[in-house]
């Protein structure tokens, strides 16, 4: 029974593994957009995989996604 039992724990762990894994591979980029609205930035990184956007300055659109 000890047997069986451990291989869900195992499996478990391993998921969690892989899903911090994807947490901190998260990759930056910066693209110019004049009079940058958080709307418009947001809807821009959302073509990225898990795509977070993000005005860092007037003119700039900060994007975090997934590498």
Known sequence: MKASSA???FFVLLLLFSVSGQ???KCKKHEPMPNCEEDSC???CNDRPEGR???S???TCRCEFLC
């Open 7 to 9: 291989v869900p724990v």
């Open 53 to 55: 956007g993000s005005c």
């Open 57 to 59: 300055d007037p003119n």
């Open 23 to 25: 947490v901190a591979a």
């Open 42 to 44: 947001q809807s821009f």
